[in-house]
Structure formats: C-alpha cells, structure tokens
C-alpha cells in the first residue's frame, strides 16, 4: 500500500511554489486547490509554472471544484454553469498537471431515482468533453456527508460503473451519513487501484455533516488499519489543523509501515531457520541411504562437520530461540 498524504490547500499563486517547498521538506507529498470558492489560478503561465514545481518536488496535485455546483437543478442553465465550473477546474488542471478535479455533484430534489438518472447525463456529458479535448485530468465526484445530499458511498460507486468517472471517498463524510464507517463495504464498493481519499475529523448530527474538526491520532489508526493493502492512496485532509493532521497521518502511516517491514523480516527469518533445518534433514538422509558413498569413518566425519556448522549458523544469525 502506497499512501501520500497532503492538505486542502496551497494558498495564494505567489506564494504557492514557496508552500509546495515547505510541504517537501516536511515529507508531504500531496496537495488539493481549494477552488471551493472560485478558481483563483486563472493564467495557464501562472499554472504552468505551479505545475513544475510540483512535479520537480513529486506532489501529487488536485482540485476541488467550486461549492455552487449542482447537476440536478431544475433550471438548465445552472447545470450547464455548473459543467463550465468543472470544465474550467479541468482545464486549468490539466495545465497544473492535476490527477483530479474532485466536486460535489448535486442535491436529490423531488425523486432520487431521477436524480441520479440527472447527475448521470451531466458526467457523462462532461466525459465526452475530457475525451475530446484529450485532457488526462479526472472528475471525481465525492461522497458527501448530509443525509439529503446526492453522494451515498452506493451512489457514487454506481455512477463510476456507469460513465468511467473517477471517485473521491470522503470518509468522514461516510461517518456523518451514515453513523459509522463498514470498510469492507467501502473496498468492495470500490475496487478501483486507485483511491483519491478525504478525511479529517467531523462534527455531525442526524442530519448528517455539520463542520470540520481537528483529526484524532485514534481516528487516523482506525482509517490506517482498515485501508486495503493493495492501493495506490492519496489522502487529502481537510481539518482546521490540515498541514499538522497531514504530517499526523503521515508519520503514524510510516510508523506502521516500518513495524510491519520488521514483522516481515521475522517472518522471513523464521522461514530460512525452516529452511535450514529442512536441508539439514535432507542431507542426512541422503548420508544414511547412501553409505556407499563414503567409509563409515568419512560419513561421520563429515556429518559431525555438517551439524556443528547448521547449530553455528542458526545460533548466530537467528537465536536459540528461534
């Protein structure tokens, strides 16, 4: 399982090569533009010149969409505003050289059946556009965290089945919408190699999300433990503390990732001490069925040699114990 860990957020255009260098040097190695409240990188050369520095630094880069995108509006003109919100995420992303352009997608209304017919129509919509303009970048829609929102784990999975889009699992979101996390359910919805991931602490009610809060180191070992293995991850945090609860994370994920490494070298060091006795074995019992080989004297001899050195060896590198 590989993991790189990041904030919501680079801040100013001026500033944002310096804040890319400060992620670096303190090990992070992603990191979300919040365009929640306007795409700010409007000068593809501003972009550009952003996107180098990411990719000399390798931090993986991503967008998240304006707030005020809703592709199930009964108006036809505020769905098309809302396609040109992410298009205009998507273009700028591709100059950036963003992996994705994460947005929530819409609000039930009358019928959610219908809805999510609605939410359909509009990413497939925006995939043929991507497709056309030969864009690499990745529209994600998010799972979201009020219960009268468009975006269940189900319904998310459902629309990357249907149109090819990509996902963003907001795990914190999955909590306040549903009270808990089942994570096996959250893998088989998702069997995709790669998960662009949300996660921070939240406050929420019955209905759902209600804010942000800062991340407990609990609730990061919960999230870490229960992470398939076999996953390529980025986790995006969007706490009030998100640079700190990144390096958090960061550093409980590689905690674990080195216990895990010594696990395996003990494993593996018991396996060659398995090893060795079953070749210790073997060659004793090839001396004892072929005694024509050698004179008696030879036999023991070289048996004597033989089980001094095995003893030796297994003692010295592995331990009585073992």
Not at 222 to 235: A, F, G, M, S, Y
């Amino acid at each position: 399982m590989a993991i790189k860990f990041g904030p919501a957020g680079l801040g100013g255009i001026k500033e944002a090569e310096k804040v890319l260098e400060a992620y670096y040097k303190i090990g992070l190695k992603a990191c979300e533009i919040a365009f929640t409240y306007g795409i700010y990188i409007k000068n593809k050369e501003d972009a550009l010149r952003i996107g180098k520095k990411s990719k000399e630094l390798d931090i993986a880069l991503s967008i998240h969409a304006p707030y005020y995108v809703n592709l199930n509006s009964k108006e036809r003109d505020k769905i098309e505003a809302s396609k040109k919100r992410i298009l205009d995420c998507c273009e700028i992303g591709e100059a950036l050289g963003a992996n994705t352009v994460v947005f929530h997608p819409g609000f039930y209304g009358d019928d959610k059946e219908k809805c999510y017919e609605q939410i359909k129509k509009g990413i497939i919509e925006l995939m043929e556009v991507l497709k056309k303009k030969a864009w690499k970048i990745k529209i994600a829609p998010e799972t979201m965290g009020k219960v009268n929102v468009f975006g269940s784990a189900e319904e998310i999975s459902r629309l990357v089945h249907d149109t090819g889009c990509s996902f963003c699992i907001d795990f914190a979101h999955i909590l306040a919408r549903e009270k808990k996390v089942d994570y096996q359910k959250v893998i088989k919805l998702f069997p995709e190699k790669r998960w662009h991931v949300h996660f921070s602490g939240i406050i929420y009610g019955e209905k759902g999300e209600k804010h942000h809060r800062k991340t407990e180191k609990e609730e990061w070992r919960v999230l870490l433990k229960n992470l398939p293995r076999d996953r390529e991850i980025v986790i995006i945090n969007e706490s009030p503390d998100m640079v700190e609860d990144s390096v958090e994370g960061m550093k409980m994920y590689e905690s674990i990732w080195k216990l895990n490494k010594i696990k395996r070298i003990v494993i593996s060091m018991k396996t060659k001490a398995k090893i060795i006795l079953v070749v210790t074995i073997t060659v004793l019992l090839l001396l004892a069925w072929a005694p024509w080989m050698m004179e008696a004297r030879e036999l023991s001899k070289v048996l004597n040699i033989y089980n001094f050195y095995n003893i030796y060896a297994w003692n010295n590198k592995y331990g009585k114990d073992v």
